[in-house]
């Protein structure tokens, strides 16, 4: 009932959208999911086009099916290493000898779709109901990163996410990442634990500050350990709309802003979560995020920081590389964000 319940939030928060077509995974979790969106999007008595593509199945795992997250890493733990921190060497071998890699595989079936999808449907708008894994990988072939990306961003269950495409072109830029904010969390839940730090990243314009109260507004419960501005960008607004940090705001200049990302990182604990919110002009948060993302320069360039919204990085620590959890996420509105 929960699922059905998240489904038919997604798709009221759908139902302002220019939808031409939907297409499904063929498992039934997907299919059911896409007929509680359709119900909510088709409200407004709109007919909506609906088709299923195997290619949008979740990545085969094959011997881990049906086993516990906890089962996994104790009866595989040299395969569950290289799952998390190495996906693009993953691979099983079956009974029959044959060696695969899943991630790879993902990857190389996405691509696939991509190119269909972009030249069937070119002007159009394609809502896309997959699983988590298949749609982490139609993010990054779409950002032109490879499977070593496959664990570098996060897909909640009916979170919602957003890639627009210029005419003619093979890659696409990220307006939104796993937006849950109309299931009710102003953050999406966390996959590694409430361990090591947590950046949310707010890009900043001077002369917005009700637009800068808003984005305070929007991590409401959220206690904050440390406040960081960069460029002396509005700190006194920073001040003001952020009380609830348990130090004042630190103001960085933006040349030292990669020394200091890097440094508050080594600083945080395995054993509690800190949330640290980090404010700046765009390009210089879009800086941080290429380096501990560890992306090219095409890939950050497609992440479209909106002004004033929240992007969130998990940095689990132990080891485990930074997670972009959402992008451009806030309280939810009669329309997606940043449309």
Request: with cysteine.
């Amino acid at each position: 009932m929960q699922g059905r319940h998240e489904a038919r939030l997604s798709g009221e928060r759908l139902a302002l959208e220019a939808i031409h077509v939907v297409i499904t995974s063929p498992l039934r979790r997907s299919t059911e999911t896409t007929g509680e969106l359709l119900q909510a999007v088709c409200a407004y008595d709109r007919r909506i086009a609906s088709e299923i593509d195997t290619r949008l199945r979740e990545i085969e795992l094959y011997y881990w099916e049906g086993l516990s997250l906890k089962e996994i890493p104790r009866r595989f733990p040299e395969q569950y290493d290289d799952w998390r921190l190495r996906p693009n060497e993953f691979h099983m071998q079956l009974t029959d000898g044959q060696v695969l890699f899943p991630a790879r595989d993902l990857y190389d079936c996405v691509r696939s779709l991509w190119v269909q999808l972009l030249s069937d449907h070119a002007g159009e708008s394609i809502l896309l109901v997959s699983h988590g894994g298949t749609i982490r990988a139609l993010i990054g072939t779409a950002l032109g990163l490879g499977p070593e990306h496959f664990q570098s961003f996060q897909q909640s269950n009916c979170g919602l996410s957003r890639l627009c495409f210029a005419p003619k072109s093979g890659l696409g830029r990220l307006d939104l990442l796993n937006d849950t904010a109309h299931l009710g969390e102003c953050l999406p839940k966390l996959k590694e634990g409430r361990r090591g730090a947590r950046l949310l990243f707010i890009p900043v314009i001077e002369t917005s500050p009700m637009a800068l109260c808003n984005s305070a507004t929007g991590l409401d419960g959220v206690l904050l350990d440390q406040v960081f501005v960069f460029g002396g960008t509005a700190r006194s607004l920073a001040s003001q709309h952020f009380p609830s940090s348990r130090e004042s705001c630190l103001v960085v200049s933006e040349a030292m802003a990669d020394s200091v990302a890097d440094q508050l990182l080594h600083q945080y604990s395995v054993d509690q979560l800190l949330h640290i919110a980090i404010l700046g002009p765009a390009a210089v948060l879009r800086r941080i995020l290429q380096r501990q993302l560890r992306i090219s320069d095409t890939a950050a360039e497609s992440l479209n920081l909106n002004p004033f919204e929240i992007t969130s990085v998990h940095c689990p620590a132990n080891g485990v590389p930074p997670v972009l959890q959402s992008l451009n996420m806030r309280k939810p509105s009669p329309a997606l964000v940043g449309g």
